[in-house]
Antibody
């Protein structure tokens, strides 16, 4: 059974930093691209960032480019998102999602339960 | 960027009746070299993460009831629930995965009439 477990969410002040993790089990982690998708309270889904299975390619939404960094440690089956210069509009539940294939042009077939990030003073 | 739109915003359907949700992309998501539409549908119930229902526009994910079906090609797509059940109350999103940025439709909320 595939399980994705996010952690690291919490309350942070505007301009601050936060790091999220997503621990994966039940899959050959390095074989699949992984993404972060966020959902602001009461709103729809917004793709944030994707990393290829080997970690050699990364992609970002314009709204987070230059502020967020996606990475992965395939030896630990863990995906990361380092978020810097946080803004109020970054407040959301952040989901990690596994792609169906190694590279980015594939659908999300498994999702974690999400972790809430609140940016507020 | 590809803009995804959905209609209606919400709908209420009687139990056992058909529910139809439309999704339109601002440009084609059909990749000519493999003849596949890079379009997925997800179901999200309150307090839960999204769940994959349909991929490649019309392929049902394993374990998804066969009352859910997807159709369409190019820029126009449809998700049909043939006989609405109480457990189908949710928000449904379409999403393209043709290239980044991946974008989702705004969602369609389905309720029981």
């Amino acid at each position: 059974e595939v399980q994705l477990l996010e952690s690291g969410g919490g309350l942070v002040q505007p301009g601050g930093s936060l790091g999220l993790s997503c621990a994966a089990s039940g899959i050959t982690f390095s074989s699949y691209a992984m993404s972060w998708v966020r959902q602001a309270p009461g709103k729809g889904l917004e793709w944030v960032s994707t990393i290829s299975g080997p970690g050699d390619s990364t992609y970002y939404a314009d709204s987070v480019k230059g502020r967020f960094t996606i990475s992965r440690d395939n030896s630990k089956n863990t995906l990361y998102l380092q978020m810097n210069s946080l803004r109020a509009e970054d407040t959301a539940v952040y989901y990690c999602a596994e792609h169906s294939m190694t590279y980015y042009d594939s659908y999300f077939d498994y999702w974690g339960q999400g972790t809430l990030v609140t940016v507020s003073s | 960027d590809i803009v995804m739109t959905q209609s209606p915003d919400s709908l209420a359907v009687s139990l056992g009746e058909r529910a139809t949700i439309n999704c339109k992309s601002s440009q084609s998501v059909l990749y000519s070299s493999n003849n596949k539409n890079y379009l997925a549908w997800y179901q999200q119930k309150p307090g839960q993460p999204p769940k994959l229902l349909i991929y490649w526009a019309s392929t049902r994910e394993s374990g998804v009831p066969d009352r859910f079906s997807g159709s369409g090609s190019g820029t126009d797509f449809t998700l049909t629930i043939s006989s609405l059940q109480a457990e189908d109350v949710a928000v449904y999103y379409c999403q393209h995965y043709y290239f980044t940025p991946f974008t989702f439709g705004p969602g369609t909320k389905v309720d029981i009439k």
